[in-house]
């Protein structure tokens, strides 16, 4: 099974709540579109946790584009003093920042900033629409539209794409007041991923709407709560 999530930001126990809900196994893969990092306590601990398992693959949102140019900023002003780098980058972190290692830097900077398979595109905040309302070719958008979209998430945003757009960024909570993923599909009755148009990912975990996640080849939602109840429930 294929699952897509997004904007896990630090929740680290939560998301292995998550896997254990939709008893993720080495068969699986789990695409994560972007912010991992920052808000909540774990963000190094899930950070490293996701870097070290092969089955999961990783884009950057913009809280990672955001570290990586601090980390750039400290590297131009590092006067060969690579201890003070990695420190000053620990500090980054509040809660758990002594945990961060060259690894899950060297590791960020090889992340890509989209997936495209064969029925969709992970993105993390959206992709540059043109008037003609088709999507700019994937290949031309610059790292940061893909991270800091702000019109994409937008109901009436709906472009004429063969593919289903996955993203987040935003907390799908701020459009509809739930902490739910939220679908646009084509067609009244949707059976596979290709019916729908974009899917919102982004359920407001920093807001306490916990983590979620779809599966690709069901279309089921899988939540894992702030308080660990757990639910079920088919995309429509």
């Given at each position: 099974?294929?699952?897509?999530?997004?904007?896990?930001?630090?929740?680290?126990?939560?998301?292995?709540?998550?896997?254990?809900?939709?008893?993720?196994?080495?068969?699986?893969?789990?695409?994560?579109?972007g912010?991992?990092?920052?808000?909540?306590?774990?963000s190094?601990?899930?950070?490293?946790?996701?870097?070290?398992?092969?089955?999961?693959?990783?884009?950057?949102?913009?809280?990672?584009?955001?570290?990586?140019?601090?980390?750039?900023?400290?590297?131009?002003?590092?006067?060969?003093?690579?201890?003070?780098?990695?420190?000053?980058?620990?500090?980054?972190?509040?809660?758990?920042?002594?945990?961060?290692?060259?690894?899950h830097?060297?590791?960020?900077?090889?992340?890509?900033?989209?997936?495209?398979?064969?029925?969709?595109?992970c993105?993390?905040?959206?992709?540059?629409?043109l008037?003609?309302?088709?999507?700019?070719?994937?290949?031309?958008?610059?790292?940061?539209?893909?991270?800091?979209?702000?019109?994409?998430?937008?109901?009436?945003?709906?472009?004429?794409?063969?593919?289903?757009?996955?993203?987040?960024h935003?907390?799908?909570?701020?459009?509809?007041?739930?902490?739910?993923?939220?679908?646009?599909?084509?067609?009244?009755?949707?059976?596979?991923?290709?019916?729908?148009?974009?899917?919102?990912?982004?359920i407001?975990?920093?807001?306490g709407?916990?983590?979620?996640?779809?599966?690709?080849?069901?279309?089921?939602?899988?939540?894992?709560?702030?308080?660990?109840?757990?639910?079920?429930?088919?995309?429509?």
């Open positions: 099974m294929i699952y897509v999530c997004s904007d896990l930001h630090g929740e680290y126990e939560l998301f292995k709540k998550l896997l254990r809900l939709i008893g993720f196994s080495q068969k699986d893969e789990m695409i994560i579109c912010d991992i990092l920052d808000k909540g306590t774990g190094v601990q899930l950070l490293n946790f996701i870097s070290n398992y092969k089955n999961f693959s990783f884009i950057l949102g913009n809280h990672e584009h955001d570290f990586l140019k601090y980390y750039d900023s400290l590297m131009r002003n590092r006067n060969n003093n690579y201890d003070w780098v990695l420190k000053k980058l620990q500090e980054y972190f509040s809660t758990d920042g002594e945990l961060l290692s060259w690894k830097i060297d590791w960020l900077e090889e992340q890509p900033y989209y997936i495209e398979r064969e029925h969709f595109i993105v993390h905040s959206g992709i540059p629409i008037s003609s309302n088709n999507l700019v070719e994937i290949k031309d958008v610059v790292a940061n539209q893909f991270v800091y979209d702000r019109k994409f998430k937008e109901p009436t945003v709906l472009p004429n794409t063969e593919k289903c757009i996955f993203y987040g935003t907390p799908s909570v701020y459009l509809t007041g739930v902490h739910e993923i939220i679908a646009y599909p084509k067609v009244e009755n949707p059976k596979t991923i290709s019916d729908f148009i974009k899917i919102h990912l982004d407001g975990t920093w807001l709407g916990g983590v979620g996640c779809l599966c690709i080849n069901s279309l089921q939602c899988f939540y894992v709560t702030a308080k660990g109840e757990t639910h079920k429930k088919m995309l429509r």
